[in-house]
């Protein structure tokens, strides 16, 4: 290893007058360092923002902070910001990191260094020298945007430096901003935003509030004391007016719908801040759209005359968005409204929900098929169609079905299988995307973070002109959201406050497709299993007022199944389904589905269930009622085993004791089947082999098992 000294030896820096002692220099130092190393993520993500954390020590290039690995930075204990550059063969404690990334030299200018980060830790200190000016200061690494096209700084009114905003203009794409929230290192606006040019415009009795920091800064080299927000119009409330107090301000809005939306939401903050009054310039006729102060001033425009003697408007009064004495008790005399259905009893009209399965289930087909039997639907028709566990409410409509995942040819195929008839080519809207241009990002992400894109816009307009819209469907939920829905419960309920909109708009039920966690090895037994297998955060599926799941039946299961209704077992063809989400009450029965050996689409096969045990409806019901009080006695059965059904069967209801054995346990596979009873892990057994009701307590995990009279070895033994 070459030789090096991780830690600096400052006393024999020279030129330092202001310390009195040898003693005091080093005692500021190391209370300097001790504060850096408390914080010293946060540090070196300012110094070096390219940098990343991985395995407890800090990576990034070189001490200028060029992308790379050579150069490393510990992360912890004493050592914590001890730093070595293997190209370079150098290395320092972290104060020597500071000073080298910020173009210093520690032993000649010892004093700038610790004023330097005095400042960045929100001390009064000094201004900085010319050679520590912003202007001075290391360019940002460029990425996949290219090299910055503009950079403006933001001070506060004591000229320290706060936020640094980065332009972009990267070839066939928009432009885009960066800021660097300098006292946290990290790029994003902090918190409270300050408007630009504080030290400029502290003084100052009028000023002029432009959008965007170039028309500022072409109106301050012009000599008018100017300003503007950070960021775009969604961050007006995000920044601090205060400084506007008492001052006349004028409004010189961009040439566009934008720029006027940006001058009323600013003259409303403006008047919050205690402003003497406010105003907006009107725009000169026949300047190109867009055309703003900065082009004003870039055409040789008198811009001092035209802020003064240019037409002016009153900014509109801020519309309130509630009135509360609008939403009295007499809003809710009389009967109230009936609630409609898409699907009666299951599934309302004009509501966002989810429908979520694991991949390969056939949820796509089963909601291609929906939306088939939707467009199919006439008013009035005496015999509805089914789906989903219910009728579907005969109505004339329109469904549409936006799927990332199947090309038009697939689409063809599967609509030859689902389509039970011909409906009206107008009322059955499929699109395929990878044929219509790839994938359609309904949010997107911002600096200000997930948003509504213009793609989320121009479909709901398309959709908003579809007369008589009953259903979308979305599929699937992640190739449609253009952010990460499922970490960042933000853009999950982003996406679903969008769907909600669509479907308050047009009254149409508003559905999109989803998939469950990756398999922890953990089979799903019950509809809450379900729901808590759902992907992502639970904001996601809480965003949603309606979900619905598909979960696939053990093979054993599956079995029993087929041979009950007469189909040949298939790995794959057997799956329960049930809402699992509800904002008001709806049937929640679990279905069962198989999987149709020739078209492969899902069928209801609860009915032909229940059939089965049509001859016995007294002794299921009998059966359930005895399984639950077994159960919430902390004495559950088994099916089969020394806690079998059958083996203590003495304490089972009269009409059930007599039952036979192979007649019990074809009952108890009936009622598994049907969901109407489920089999649970308890005690120190993990096999799923007790037995209670779906909302009993050994079914959510909760149950223990008591000893009883005459059945003491019932509750320690094994059983099927």
Known sequence: MNNWTPYLDFNDAGGQQEFSSVAEQHHEKEEIKARLQSQIESVLYHLLPAGKVRHGQFFIGDVEGNPGESMKVELTGEKAGVWYDH???????????????????????????????????????????????????????????????????????????????????????????????VRTGKWQSPAVTPLYNLPGIMQAAEVVLVEGEKSAQALIDAGIPATTSLGSKGQINRADWSILQGKRVIIWPDRDKAGWEYAQLASQAARNAGVREVSILTPPEGKSEKWDAADAVAEGMDVRAFIHHALRQEPKGRKRRIRLMDWT??????????REWLIEGVLPLGVPGMFAAIGGAGKSMLLMDLAAKVALSESGNPIPLEALGGPIVPATGTAVMLTAEDDHA?????????????????????????????????????????????????????LLEIPNLRLVVIDPLQNFAGGDVNSDPAAGALFFSGLGRIAAETGATVLATHHFK??????????????????????????????????EVEDSEAKKVCKLIGQRFQRESVYRGAVVKSNWPTDKTVRIYARNPNSGLLSDRTMDLERLGSKQPELMDLLVTAVGNAASG??????TGGNGLYERRSELPDDLRSVGRDRLVHMTDLLLQLGKIVLCVAGDSKLKKYLDVPDGEFAVGVGQFQVGAGSQSHSIQGGE
Not at 130 to 153: A, C, F, I, N, Y
Not at 329 to 338: F, M, Q
Not at 524 to 548: H, K, M, N, P, Q
């Open 518 to 551: 990756k398999n922890s090895g953990k089979t799903i037994g019950t509809a809450a299993e379900a729901r808590e297998a759902i992907r992502g955060t639970t904001a996601l599926v809480d965003s949603g007022r309606w979900s619905y799941a598909l979960w």
């Open 329 to 338: 008790l007499d809003r809710y005399e009389g009967p109230p409204p009936h």
């Open 87 to 181: 190209a370079a063969g150098s290395g320092g404690d972290i104060l020597d990191l500071w000073a080298r990334s910020r173009g210093m030299d520690t032993r000649t200018q010892f004093r700038d260094v610790m004023d330097d980060v005095r400042g960045w830790l929100g001390e009064s200190v000094r201004l900085p020298p010319v050679s520590m000016q912003p202007t001075q200061r290391r360019e940002p690494p460029m990425d996949e945007l290219g090299p910055h096209t503009g950079k403006w700084d933001y001070f506060d009114t004591n000229g320290q430096l706060l936020v640094c905003v980065y332009r972009y203009d990267p070839p066939g794409r928009r432009k885009e901003f960066r800021p660097l929230d």
């Open 634 to 639: 902390g004495q559950p059965y088994t099916k």
């Open 410 to 462: 697939e689409v063809h195929r599967r609509l030859f299988e689902v389509l039970p008839g011909r409906p009206n080519p107008k009322r059955l809207i499929i699109v395929p995307m990878p044929n219509a241009g790839g994938t359609l990002p309904l949010i997107s992400m911002s600096r200000e973070g997930p948003i509504l894109s213009e793609e989320f816009h121009d479909i709901r307009e398309e």
